[in-house]
């Protein structure tokens, strides 16, 4: 069975300064793993996904995110807030091996303030 | 990338009332479609699974003659809340798959805001 662990349900941070989001995944399988932000009333983006390709991964916006095997972790960074990152962020963890139209399993969410 | 597009993006209906929310793959074809439900300020949950032309699987709580699944086209799936009570009000999010490796992809509609008055 598939779980995802979002260590903390809000972070403030100031501008400028880094962003840490905590993600720990519970997987059978080598796992494929997403990080998306949905703002207010809004749909869901995309920022990065990992697939068994390079364990740090860039995305959108200046995040990125680092697969650890040996930690189950897959943590979402970014160097410096901007006052527009501010939204909820949903680290979701899905299985590319099983191949079809297989759902995704979705953190709790952590809350991201941004103050200036 | 591709594209998914959900309409309405926000309704409001009265208790008793029945509403239609619509999710269109715009340039893919979709052979599996997901529901999601969000509640304020918690995560997203999967309520139900439908592939082309078959009958959509529920997850265990959610009623399935209330929120009533259709995908009967590869690009185009509809979900339909039943006589809908305000204790139905949420944020609906539709995602689209395509099968086989592609399915990491996750290709989420832009959510219906739903009010039940």
């Not at chain 1, 840490?20 to 869901?44: A, I, T």
């Not at chain 1, 200046?62 to 410096?80: D, M, N």
């Not at chain 2, 074809?29 to 699974?49: D, G, I, N």
Request: some cysteine.
């Amino acid at each position: 069975a598939q779980s995802v662990t979002q260590l903390d349900s809000h972070v403030s941070v100031s501008e400028g300064t880094p962003v840490l989001l905590r993600c720990n995944y519970s997987s059978s399988y080598s796992p494929s793993l997403f990080w998306y932000v949905q703002h207010p009333n809004k749909g869901l983006q995309l920022l990065l996904k990992y697939t068994s390709a390079a364990t740090l991964v860039k995305g959108i916006n200046g995040f990125e995110a680092e697969f650890k095997k040996s930690e189950t972790s897959f943590h979402l960074t970014k160097p410096s807030a901007h006052m527009s990152d501010a939204a909820e962020y949903f680290c979701v963890v899905s299985l590319p091996l099983l191949g079809g139209n297989t759902p995704l399993v979705f953190g709790k969410g952590t809350r991201l303030s941004v103050i200036a | 990338g591709a594209v998914v597009s959900q309409h309405p993006s926000w309704v409001i209906c009265k208790s008793g009332t029945s509403v239609k929310i619509e999710c269109r793959s715009l340039d893919f074809q979709a052979t599996t479609m997901f529901w999601y439900r969000q509640f304020p300020k918690q995560s997203l949950m999967l309520m139900a699974t439908s592939n082309e032309g078959s009958k959509a699987t529920y997850e265990q709580g959610v009623e399935k003659d209330k929120f009533l699944i259709n995908h009967a086209s590869l690009t185009l799936s509809t979900l339909t809340v039943t006589s809908a009570h305000p204790e139905d009000s949420s944020f609906y999010i539709c995602r689209a798959g395509t099968g086989g490796r592609l399915n990491t992809e996750a290709f989420f509609g832009q959510g219906t805001r739903l009010t039940v008055v």
